[in-house]
């Protein structure tokens, strides 16, 4: 049969990443004769109902013409149940376009076939400022080299440029993005702001390691695909070169315009900060956003957006993200989300209300105490656990 003769599916809901492709046409070219016990089937229009991975396998591989025992016809079934077809058939295999389900497939219809659904099925979901408040004497359990579960997200204290400790914390997982605010050479000290009388917040701890930029070692240990990384503008190229050193590829530079001026001891007080947005190579974006995003994002600083405007107490970490700044990249992609500089767990807030998993590191006991327990306040449903014993946050600590 002609390979041009088999159309495959627009609509299919099914893919793989690229590295499993790649052995799947392996599997094909070393032992053709699986196509004869796993056939690509195919409906009366020649329409692939199964096996779309295997008819892009065999045109990369340049077959023109492939034995009919390759292919099944199921041209008795009805359209019902070339619907159910589809789904059953991929079942425990690849990954879903949850989009196109949404669009072609009712959600009990997909449980019924044997699909895991997710709990927020078609929904419509935001991520939103927690306004989470630090305490004044919060007590801190946490120790170097603790792992943390946090429903289903995974949180370690340690250090991310540490091979032993990133396995530890993903235990063969690979997050498909990750999407991160580095310490970048700083020295951030809040102190000056108290002295000079222009502040009355409560943030006067230092951030660990924010006298370093180039963070290749983080990014070589990365299972990632996708990478936003958050950076300050000095550090601009070192950072883009750290990322170019471990394969990924620059595709677009976001600037967050910051709503108002940061103070600082410069001539210039700076409105704006920059992220990379980077794929590596030979790989996909898994662009899960609409066509007209640009990439200025006008988002309101922590203080801005929070309830509190007489102090920002609601920024727990020297250099907090609003929610939104990691909201927006979780959302245009696909995948679990990989933070290795979680700081006060901002990445976690928005994949938790996003639906999606966060795998998280820090170095910082205090800071992963502060990720417990701003979890907790946003979800107290969420159970948690530290080196797989049962833990629950002190309520009274956490402010509501």
């Known amino acids: 049969m002609k390979i041009a003769d088999i159309k495959p599916n627009p609509n299919n809901p099914r893919f793989i990443r690229d590295e499993k492709f790649e052995q799947l046409k392996a599997s094909i070219n070393d032992f053709p ?173 230092k951030v660990q390691n924010d006298d370093k930029a180039d963070w290749t070692e983080t990014w070589s240990l990365a299972p990632c695909r996708v990478a936003y990384i958050w950076h300050g503008g000095k550090h601009t190229a070192t950072v883009q070169q750290s990322l170019e050193n471990c394969d990924f590829e620059i595709r677009a530079q976001i600037i967050w315009n910051k709503q108002q001026m940061v103070f600082s001891r410069g001539d210039y007080h700076w409105k704006h900060e920059p992220c990379w947005y980077a794929v590596k190579k030979g790989n996909k974006g898994n662009w899960a956003g609409d066509r007209k995003q640009t990439t200025v994002w006008d988002i309101q600083s922590i203080l801005q957006a929070s309830k509190n405007k007489e102090e920002d107490a609601a920024q727990v970490h020297g250099t907090q993200k609003p929610v939104e700044c990691m909201s927006r990249p979780i959302g245009n992609h696909d995948g679990d989300v990989y933070d290795p500089f979680l700081g006060s767990g901002t990445t976690m807030v928005a994949a938790h209300q996003l639906g999606r998993i966060c795998y998280g590191i820090d170095i910082d006991p205090k800071y992963c105490q502060v990720i417990i327990d701003r979890m907790h306040k946003l979800d107290p449903e969420l159970p948690i656990k530290i080196n797989g014993k049962d833990y629950q946050p002190r309520a009274e600590e956490i402010p509501m």
């Open 33 to 205: 004769k699986m196509m004869a016990l796993r056939p690509i089937v195919i409906d009366s229009d020649g329409v692939v109902l199964g096996g779309n991975m295997r008819l892009r396998a065999l045109q990369e591989l340049g077959f023109n013409e492939i034995p009919d025992e390759w292919v099944r016809r199921a041209d008795e079934l009805t359209e019902e149940e070339k619907r159910r077809f589809i789904i059953t058939d991929n079942v425990g295999y690849g990954q879903w376009d949850w989009d196109i389900l949404a669009n072609e497939w009712e959600a009990d219809e997909l449980a019924a076939w044997g699909l895991e659904v997710p709990d927020q099925w078609g929904e419509e979901l935001e991520a939103e400022e927690d306004n989470y408040q630090e305490p004044e004497n919060m007590q801190v359990d946490v120790v170097t080299g603790d792992l943390i579960e946090i429903g289903r997200h995974r949180l370690l204290c340690g250090d991310s440029t540490s091979a032993d400790d990133v396995e530890k914390l993903l235990q063969g997982k690979e997050p498909y993005l990750m999407v991160t605010d580095p310490p970048y050479g700083v020295f951030y000290d809040p102190t000056w702001r108290h002295k000079a009388g222009i502040t009355n917040s409560s943030r006067t701890g």
